[in-house]
T-cell receptor
Framework: DTAVSQTPKYLVTQMGNDKSIKCEQN?????MYWYKQDSKKFLKIMFS???????INETVPNRFSPKSPDKAHLNLHINSLELGDSAVYFC??????????????FGPGTRLLVL | GNSVTQMEGPVTLSEEAFLTINCTYT??????LFWYVQYPGEGLQLLLK?????DKGSNKGFEATYRKETTSFHLEKGSVQVSDSAVYFC??????????FGKGITLSVRP
């Protein structure tokens, strides 16, 4: 059983389009995250939600809007896609945020290419 | 703010060679330290972690010790295998469990 799943796995789209990436976890965790990995493999957190409440919102353009309908899902909607949005987007989850010892479990990634 | 510095890569080794990947960090408070591994085309997997000073994390023959005095968490393995070829990320947790990653280093192991 996949613990953290993402759809789609690959996404190729034109500049200016709007797209969504979905993430689901079946681990019963309260906290979910979105990370962006650029072409040089550098990973940076974008958002985190704890039980549907926004906790972390890094300096991400407001074209990116996360939505958490329930604590098992965290979707990422991107408006007006730009070339620089091309990257691999990873979803992750953890039990919570109370302890710095929490392990985050990552999904397989969504490879977004904007043409 | 928190930061993680990894040695520059890539690293290429022959099978059964000894591996060291350096990682140092800057953080406030008492973070936990992690090594994550990313195999080609896959997501990140936790390799090992240490939650307090002098703790040693270990998994699959890899080890790393949380050294507060040198703010380091170097990854070591005594004998690498071809299957260890991957990208390795050092990371630490800060407030709200925010993970800060190093730049990652690509390891290639030749038969």
């Amino acid at each position: 059983d996949t613990a953290v799943s993402q759809t789609p796995k690959y996404l190729v789209t034109q500049m200016g389009n709007d797209k969504s990436i979905k993430c689901e976890q079946n681990l019963g965790h309260d906290t979910m995250y979105w990370y962006k990995q650029d072409s040089k493999k550098f990973l940076k957190i974008m958002f985190s939600y704890n039980n549907k409440e926004l906790i972390i919102n890094e300096t991400v353009p407001n074209r990116f809007s996360p939505k958490s309908p329930d604590k098992a899902h965290l979707n990422l909607h991107i408006n007006s896609l730009e070339l620089g949005d091309s990257a691999v987007y990873f979803c992750a989850s953890s039990i919570g945020t109370a302890s710095l010892q929490e392990t985050q479990y990552f999904g397989p990634g969504t490879r977004l290419l904007v043409l | 703010g928190n930061s993680v510095t990894q040695m520059e890569g890539p690293v290429t080794l022959s099978e059964e060679a000894f591996l060291t990947i350096n990682c140092t960090y800057t953080a406030t408070g008492y973070p936990s330290l992690f090594w994550y591994v990313q195999y080609p085309g896959e997501g990140l997997q936790l390799l090992l972690k240490a939650t307090k000073a002098d703790d040693k994390g270990s998994n699959k023959g890899f080890e790393a010790t949380y050294r507060k005095e040198t703010t380091s968490f170097h990854l070591e393995k005594g004998s690498v295998q071809v299957s260890d070829s991957a990208v390795y990320f050092c990371a630490l947790t800060g407030a709200n469990s925010k993970l800060t990653f190093g730049k990652g280093i690509t390891l290639s192991v030749r038969p």
